[in-house]
Nanobody, 119 residues
């Protein structure tokens, strides 16, 4: 199993920046992609950005050019740098790790961190 601990959420004004961190532990060698999802009130959880073990990144159209996902393999940590934040970015953000264990794809989730963009 993989354990994920998130940090870095908070309250920021429109146009501001935040950086989220997600530290992984446990069966980290089984992880092949990590990502950030978010869920706004009354909406479904959606993918924000993901990054493979080789460093290939993917972004939702709504955050392209504003958000950057990166990883530090030595620290087993993934980051999400969020710039030019908008009120519509307000959501609970969840770290996700996809692993292959016993031949099956497994999802592990962090506890979630609140991001609020408001003046």
């Amino acid at each position: 199993q993989v354990q994920l601990v998130e940090s870095g959420g908070g309250l920021v004004q429109p146009g501001g920046s935040l950086r989220l961190s997600c530290a992984a532990s446990g069966s980290i060698n089984s992880i092949y992609v990590m990502g950030w999802y978010r869920q706004a009130p009354g909406k479904q959880r959606e993918l924000v950005a993901s990054i493979t073990s080789s460093g290939s990144a993917n972004y939702a159209d709504s955050v392209k050019g504003r958000f950057t996902i990166s990883r530090d393999n030595a620290k087993n940590t993934v980051y999400l740098q969020m710039n030019s934040l908008k009120p519509e970015d307000t959501a609970v953000c969840y770290c996700n790790a996809k692993s292959i264990r016993a031949g099956a794809i497994t999802d592990d989730w962090g506890q979630g961190t609140q991001v609020t963009v408001s003046s």
